[in-house]
Every structure is written in C-alpha cells, then in structure tokens.
C-alpha cells in the first residue's frame, strides 16, 4: 500500500511539474526529477519497464533544462 501512495505522489508531482514547464526553467528541472521519484517507483513496484522509461525521460528532462536555462 505504502509504493502505491508514493507511486501517486510521484507520478502527480511529475504531472504538475510537466503543465508548469512554460512558467520558468525550474518546472522543467522539477519534471526531472518527478521523472527519477516515477521511475523509482516502477522499480519498486516490479514494472521495470515503466521504470526504464521513466529514467529515459528525465535524462531528457535535464537535457531540456540546460537549453531553457542557457535562454533565459
């Protein structure tokens, strides 16, 4: 019980970092790292997949953090 309630925290911080992204650069990093508390959460929960992917995205994340950043 107690992965699935952080596996929904995780996921709805990711959620809320994602629809903040256009108001500064630190949503994008704040999505990142939604996507590394979401991808914990996959592992722990035995869906590696979703955990891979998870991890995948906040490798772009960071990536997209360094463009908007060197913009702003």
């Known amino acids: 019980m107690a992965v699935t309630i952080y596996g929904v925290c ?3 911080f990711m959620m ?4 903040l992204e256009h108001r500064a650069p630190r949503f994008v990093l704040g999505f990142g790292l939604g996507c590394v508390l979401s991808s914990a959460y996959g ?4 869906a590696w997949p979703f ?3 998870e991890l995948i995205w906040s490798g ?4 997209r953090y360094r463009s ?5």
Do not use: L, N, Q
Not at 16 to 19: D, F, I, K, L, S
Not at 68 to 72: A, L, N, P, Y
């Open 68 to 72: 908007v950043r060197s913009v702003h």
């Open 10 to 12: 995780a996921v709805t």
């Open 51 to 53: 955990g891979v992917v």
């Open 43 to 46: 592992f722990w929960s035995g």
């Open 16 to 19: 809320v970092m994602y629809a």
């Open 60 to 63: 772009i994340a960071i990536c």
